[in-house]
């Protein structure tokens, strides 16, 4: 069974940072893309930050210079530093996996950016 455990997500001021995380379970972490994508309401799902299994990122326009995708492969993790940050960043996010033409997503961590 694959299990997705986002965490780090709150409440902040704009201009704030966050760290989110994600735990993996249930997949060959070091063999798979991870991702993170969020979704504000009334707007549909969007990507964030992909890192392949071989640390090749790449990021939204949106979140360019100032979050940071990584992966710890020992610790099963992936994370999202968001520095930075917007009230437009304000939504759900979460994190995804792809191995062997499956992806498996995460319930959602709360992000939420005050002006």
């Known amino acids: 069974q694959v299990l997705l455990v986002e965490s780090g997500g709150g409440l902040v001021q704009a201009g704030g940072s966050l760290r989110l995380s994600c735990v993996a379970s249930?997949?060959?972490?070091?063999?798979?893309?991870m991702g993170w994508y969020r979704q504000a309401p009334g707007k549909q799902r969007e990507l964030v930050a992909r890192?392949?299994?071989?640390?090749?990122?790449n990021y939204a326009d949106f979140v360019k210079g100032r979050f940071a995708i990584s992966r710890d492969n020992a610790k099963n993790t992936v994370y999202l530093q968001m520095n930075s940050l917007k009230p437009e960043d304000t939504g759900v996010y979460y994190c995804r996996a792809d191995q062997l033409g499956s992806e498996y997503w995460g319930q959602g961590t709360q992000v939420t950016v005050s002006s």
């Open positions: 249930g997949i060959i972490f070091g063999g798979s893309g």
């Open positions: 890192i392949t299994r071989y640390d090749s990122t």
